[in-house]
């Protein structure tokens, strides 16, 4: 997957698009090409608006502590009940976590920027006037674990594979992909289609490479459980399907002393483990099976953590400030659904959660209630639409709701009392406005039919939080339910868009971009495997999506990301949960870390090392 954070998921393209190997690179002989070859640029490192915080030959990320030690074993619990597949690059399949360390790229993120890219695979690129061509140099030295080259031609196989036959939502990354030729070993010019979108080339520059010899004897598109062969700092190691996996550090990684990975990759082994239920899983964090955990419920982290190795100092917490968006978390209502066509219905339900009740009586007041799609950031709107926004707007002014250019749907604030009487003949009056009409405790749609309807969950962690909105939705006449299902089928499901609602959190970067169309585009709400899962098919979000793409300045981009979320807003797709200004961290004391943690994440698996006088220290308490 990109490392631009877009970790999950556009039709095929033509034939005439496929690489031609080995051709000779084109030189000074040719007059006409080595006169354009003056035109173009020829830099260390890309991003979204040609900014770059590091110098050329940067010694390594400042964040990063060059003479980390190497060794131990960090162990996690899986954000999952189970995997079956080993190739997390197509649709079929669950795959497990953390596929993502075996596998280099051309270029490689920064952990302080936003949407910027330095060389790993790519030594350096070359950008054509109209940043229409690229022309990426390759590392001679680059290999595969099994000490085989890694060349121009690999880089031409894996783009083209991924763009036809990768999941839904790579291929759709790649859309802007003409072609990907070889000019030879170490040469590789990218062509994109005309009115290629800003970040196409930080999508191509951001995928996984892959050997094609060793895909010349395994097809592809299998999602079986053969280790595949890699090229980045980690290879899978032991592994029980279903039950753990563990990634191996590489230790003659060809990469490991470039600027991009100096003090980084520094644990022995990186090892996860699935079990059935969260609080399972933090039993095992107790007993030391696991020695890094993150708590995702306020309870847990207030209430969990009164145990012996927690008392005498040999597991530490650390509540860490979050510096990035929260993203946006919510129920999200599948409007391919024709109980929840009718935004008033769907409005309607989001005055049943009492968040204000929730927070004080199951969050110990942690939380802060959600608003916006671009919550906590300067896109987020506000207001009024300013001068900038109506001029976006207004020419859609026909394809959107009134209340689109008043100020921007906030989720109302309840009295605390868990039933807000109030609030609730709110709702009715919505839902009998929908045509829904009462029949003895019972709510009957518009079509005559009982007002029903699941949220499906892969866990019980949420069942607490939604029995009191279930109960509010029931004084309502409506029957809800909570459907858990294991991790294997859940992804089934979400893939194939079958549910009524679900509870997910997406993230969004600072120069938002790729995400938007994946979380909001038409044609990702219509795809299997598409990350639209509220199925929003709106030509005016589809036309902010557009401009913001092909945003010149991040100052026009903050406003067209008002104005969409203006939009996403008024729709009514969910209702909004809510989010912490901290990560929550609890790990035996057998870590070192930064100082200070980088922006965009706090880089647990690469950036923290074993100490191995910690844990030299806790074993002997234990």
Known sequence: ???????????????????????????????????????????????????????ENFPHFAYARPDAPKGGQLSQEAVATSYDSLNGLILSGNPAIGLGLINDSLMSGSLEEDNALYGLVARSVEISPDKRQYRFHLRPEARFHDHSPLTAKDVVFSLTTLREKGHPIIRQTLRDLESAVAEGDDVVLVTLHEGFGRDSILNIAGQPILSSAYYAKHPFDHSGMEPPLG??????????????????????????????NVGQNNFEAIRYDYFGERAVGFEAFKSGAVNLHESSTASEWATGYDFPAVRDGRVIKMEIPDRRSPGFQGFFFN?????????????????????????????????????????????????????????????????????????????????????????????????????????????LLPDGTPFTFEVLEFSNAFDKVVQPMFKNMRLLGI?????????????????AFDFDMVTDR??????????????????????????????????????????????????????????LDRVLRSGQYWIPNWFSPNRRIAAWDDFGHPDTFPKLDLGIGSLWWWDAEKAAAVKARS
């Not at 035109?39 to 900014?51: A, D, N, P, Q």
């Not at 029957?479 to 893939?495: G, H, M, P, T």
């Open 231 to 260: 090229s980045g700092a980690y290879k899978i190691g032991a592994f029980e399907q279903g039950r753990f996996i563990v990634y191996e550090r590489v230790p003659d990684y060809w990469a490991k002393d470039l600027p991009v």
């Open 335 to 443: 409007t391919r659904r024709a109980v929840f066509k009718d935004p008033r219905i769907r409005e309607a339900l989001g005055y049943c959660l009492d968040f204000e009740w929730s927070n004080r009586n199951l969050f110990y007041g942690a939380y802060k209630r959600a608003h916006s799609f671009f919550e906590n950031t300067d896109m987020s709107a506000e207001g009024l639409p300013s001068p900038e926004e109506l001029a976006l707007l207004e020419p859609l002014r026909d394809k959107l709701r009134p209340e689109v250019f008043g100020p921007p749907y906030a989720p109302p604030v309840s009295d605390g009392s868990g039933q807000d009487r109030a609030l609730l003949q709110r709702a009715n009056a919505l839902l009998l406005e929908a045509g829904c009409k009462r029949q003895g405790t019972q709510l």
């Open 506 to 563: 997406k993230m969004i970067g600072g120069v938002p971009g790729e995400e938007l169309l994946a979380y909001f585009g038409s044609k990702s709400g219509q795809t299997n495997g598409g990350l639209n899962l509220a199925g929003i098919n709106d030509p005016a979000v589809d036309v902010l999506i557009d401009k913001a793409l092909n945003a010149k300045s991040r100052a026009e981009l903050v406003f067209i990301c008002r104005a």
């Open 479 to 495: 029957e809800a339910r909570l459907r858990v299902v294991d991790s294997a089928q859940y992804k089934q499901r979400i893939d």
């Open 1 to 55: 997957m990109s490392k631009l954070n877009l970790t999950r998921r556009a039709a095929l393209l033509s034939a005439a698009a496929l690489p031609l190997f080995g051709l000779p690179a084109l030189g000074a002989e040719d007059p006409a090409r080595a006169a354009e070859d003056k035109l173009w640029r020829k830099t260390y490192g890309l991003s979204s608006f040609g900014e770059l915080n590091q110098p």
